[in-house]
């Protein structure tokens, strides 16, 4: 069914590298990355990663959506062409990807196919938006800026009008409200207003705000010049300069649980602030991809052959 009306080709049969890892799950030694396998013939680049107990999701190479319920991955889906752009999930097990103009949704049991709904999208898709409960669309608008498709509590989806986003990077829901990184800013969506976020020592107008994650209250904004930005329940933003490096990726599993990757080292928030937690795997270039289960971290990324590779560690 997902193959069918795009000039992508059909869906690739699932394979098996032979990896390290045959579906179980081996948490391994504190401290130790463990490789798990993934179906072979997987290329570069690797896109990102979420997850929610019981679930993670990858997306490699632009085509192929991956599941694993902490073993080994297996095909959710993959094309011919690198047509799959975006992929999310929220807290509460939904899960969404884009394939052109298209959205496939899925609410429950999300590692089939066969789960997914089929949604056109009103407008070309530039994020979807992971969160606590629901998920969310950022489209292009019909004018300058962008526009939100939020899912309802039914099912349903709704259309907001254009928002007044100059330069969208990423974006996350929280309740009602979704929350749009761009330079210099988070836009709420709910109050049709930007939220300016103050870095020490820099012009707040110029902060490159990339990545964004919601907890049940919280949310949590990462910069490409390696600043994290918290904001609580009453609305209040806080920043800590956590790296000198490049944010490469951010995962948020609740208020209390939010990790950064740089190229390789990781960092973990804590209420005292900002934990380092050591290194990635050395065989990947860069961590590209990070996702947290209540006992694990999730890294993926692509060796020195271009080839996606992901581990695991306890935490």
């Known amino acids: 069914m997902l193959g069918g009306g795009f000039s992508c ?25 463990v490789e798990l396998s993934l179906p072979a013939d997987l290329t570069a680049p690797f896109g990102t990663m979420t997850a929610y107990p019981g679930a993670v999701y990858a997306l490699v190479g632009e085509n192929t959506v991956l599941h694993s319920a902490g073993g080994s991955f297996d095909w959710v889906t993959t094309f011919e062409s690198p047509v799959v752009a975006h992929l999310a999930a929220t807290h509460a097990g939904h899960t969404a990807y884009t394939v052109f103009q298209t959205m496939f949704v899925c609410a429950a049991n999300c590692g089939s196919s066969d789960s997914y709904e089929e949604r056109s999208l009103p407008r070309t898709p530039i994020a979807l938006c992971g969160g606590d409960q629901r998920l969310a669309a950022l489209t292009t608008a019909t004018d300058a800026g962008a526009a939100v498709l939020n899912e309802l509590d039914d099912g349903g989806w709704s259309l907001s009008e ?16 979704v929350f749009i990184t761009e330079q210099g800013a988070v836009f709420n969506s709910f109050t049709h207003a930007a939220e300016h976020i103050s870095v020490a020592g820099r012009e707040g107008a110029l902060e490159p705000w990339r990545f964004v994650g919601t907890g049940s209250n919280n949310v949590f904004v990462s910069s490409e010049l390696g600043a994290v930005a918290r904001r609580d329940a009453l609305g209040v933003w806080t920043t800590a300069q956590v790296t000198s490096a490049d944010i490469t990726a951010l995962a948020v599993e609740s208020d209390d649980s939010a990790w950064v990757s740089t190229g390789h080292s990781l960092f973990r928030y804590s209420p005292q602030g900002w934990v380092p937690e050591g290194a990635g795997p050395t065989v990947l270039t860069g961590i590209a991809g990070m996702a947290l289960q209540p006992s694990s971290v999730y890294v993926g990324g692509v060796d020195a052959a271009g080839r996606p590779r992901i581990f695991r560690r306890q935490r």
């Open 9 to 33: 080709g059909t869906l690739t049969p699932p394979g098996d590298d032979g990896g390290v890892d045959s579906g179980t799950v081996d948490s391994g030694a504190p401290g130790e990355w």
């Open 162 to 177: 254009a928002l007044e986003v100059i330069d969208p990077q990423g974006c996350a829901r929280l309740g009602d409200a």
